[in-house]
């Protein structure tokens, strides 16, 4: 029982560099979400995702986008990587209904340079 | 607008005392608050809820308290034991189906429970 999968777990870039971050789940949550957590502070909703094909933005979207392809796979991809952007990414999933909390994956921390 | 405070960055307590961990929100829309608990290096864990109908949910040695009219949660931990040491994350939502309920998350408090 995988759950919620991210790669790369370290990753450092340049300034002006592109990456993807990966995500996938395999619990078939139609629900998926992308956070940034910065040092002593709590998680920032960047980018959710209610369903493959539907996405919408979050509280911080400047700098990243998203795709939602399938279920299983929700990427968020940097395009021009700032020293802002140096975070731990988390990738959470939740099922379409009640109201349970969400699963994590175990992070992806990004230094920009 | 932090939406969701937690005003204690850090609490250390004795084993086997009582942690207690607060968290105030603004937002009046919010009816299911949560609370996540996050070692180092791994992602947050789900660790108990409470819905706005409910004062107070209990599951085994944690209870969530949830205070509406002062809109003020807490989490008591009871007794506190040394695998409690982690961070504790306050999060909220309101039941908006189009918004896809999104969690909003205070800052955390860092709990070290001494032996």
């Known amino acids: 029982n995988a759950g919620v999968t991210q790669t790369p777990k370290f990753r450092i870039l340049k300034i002006g560099q592109s990456m993807t971050l990966q995500c996938a789940q395999d619990m078939n949550h139609n629900y998926m979400y992308w956070y940034r957590q910065d040092p002593g502070m709590g998680l920032k909703l960047i980018y959710y995702?209610?369903?493959?094909?539907?996405?919408d933005k979050g509280e911080v979207p400047n700098g990243y986008n998203v795709s939602r392809s399938t279920t299983e796979d929700f990427p968020l991809r940097l395009e021009l990587a700032a020293p802002s952007q140096t975070s731990v990414y988390f990738c959470a999933s939740r099922p379409g209904q009640g109201r349970a909390g969400y699963t994590f994956g175990s992070g992806t921390r990004l230094t920009v340079v | 607008d932090q939406q969701v405070k937690q005003n204690s960055p850090s609490l250390s307590v004795q084993e086997g005392r009582i942690s207690i961990l607060n968290c105030d929100y603004t937002?009046?829309?919010?009816?299911?608050f949560l609370w996540y608990k996050k070692y180092p290096a791994e992602g947050p864990t789900f660790l108990i809820s409470i819905s706005s109908i409910k004062d107070k949910n209990e599951d085994g040695r944690f209870t969530v308290f949830l205070n509406k009219s002062a809109k003020h949660l807490s989490l008591h931990i009871v007794p506190s034991q040394p695998g409690d040491s982690a961070v504790y994350f306050c999060?909220?939502?309101?039941?908006?189906?189009?918004?896809?309920?999104?969690?909003?998350f205070g800052g955390g408090t860092r709990v070290l429970v001494k032996p």
């Open positions: 999060a909220a939502s309101a039941m908006i189906k189009a918004a896809g309920n999104k969690l909003t």
């Open positions: 995702s209610v369903g493959a094909g539907i996405t």
């Open positions: 937002n009046s829309m919010f009816d299911y």
